[in-house]
């Protein structure tokens, strides 16, 4: 079954450094998005990307935040200096172009995370 | 922004009862999910309901749909020591998640 890479799985890094999270997605999904979880907390939306430009961003998607398509599989997430506060669960997901395909496969496929600690 | 509020939060149950997790939204959506998610693991699609009154069963779980009432339910039949885990709601385009609701069935 396709899957949702990302990579590394754990992320240390000092606090005003930068670090770059990587996904690969399905290979014919055409969205892609990042959430973030902290410990024992709830998924939150960060960004939606769709046709090399951003789509929507919430609040938490600030200018320390970037995302780029630097080719045609991978999608990366950049936090431009680490705060103590990013620690957290970075999940990658993909999706088809809206009602494509199966019907039932209307939803998401999650990537394994990214835990990163900021120290 | 649309909230998505799960009830309850903590859950702990004896294996082969049964019990029911909400999960309430605050603006019409056209879409709902459940996820479910293990300690320290990535989130795993359980059901997409796409209609009102939809109805969604996999083995001890199934899913329901009132867009009217903004409610969705996950109904959990004579539970097992497996089902243990978070489960997670999540509505509309952008996937907001509800707060989740920690499962713990005891033997």
């Known amino acids: 079954e396709p899957e949702v890479t990302q990579t590394p799985s754990h992320q240390v890094t000092q606090m005003g450094q930068e670090v770059i999270l990587r996904c690969v997605p399905i290979?014919?999904?055409?969205?892609f998005y990042w959430y973030r979880q902290i410990l024992g907390q709830k998924v939150e939306f960060l960004v939606s990307?769709?046709?090399?430009?951003?789509?929507?961003k919430s609040e938490i998607f600030d200018d320390q935040f970037s995302v780029e398509r630097p080719d045609g599989s991978n999608f990366t997430l950049k936090i431009r200096s680490t705060k103590l506060e990013d620690s957290a669960m970075y999940f990658c997901?993909?999706?088809?172009?809206?009602?494509?395909?199966?019907?039932?496969?209307?939803?998401?496929?999650f990537g394994s995370g990214t835990r990163l600690t900021v120290v | 922004e649309l909230k998505v509020e799960q009830n309850p939060l903590f859950l702990s149950m004896q294996e082969g009862k049964n019990y029911t997790i909400y999960c309430n939204y605050s603006?019409?959506?056209?879409?709902l999910y459940w996820y479910r998610q293990d300690p320290g693991k990535s989130l795993e699609s359980l059901f997409v309901?796409?209609?009102?009154?939809a109805v969604k069963q996999e083995g001890r779980l199934m899913a329901s749909l009132d867009t009217k009432a903004r409610l969705s339910t996950l109904h959990i039949t004579a539970a097992v020591h497996d089902l243990s885990a978070t489960y997670f709601c999540?509505?509309?385009?952008?996937?907001?998640f509800g707060t989740g609701t920690s499962l713990t069935v005891i033997p």
């Open positions: 997901a993909s999706s088809e172009l809206e009602f494509a395909g199966d019907p039932s496969n209307y939803g998401y496929t």
């Open positions: 290979s014919n999904h055409l969205y």
């Open positions: 990307f769709y046709n090399n430009e951003i789509s929507e």
């Open positions: 603006t019409t959506s056209d879409r």
């Open positions: 309901l796409l209609s009102n009154g």
């Open positions: 999540a509505v509309g385009v952008q996937f907001y």
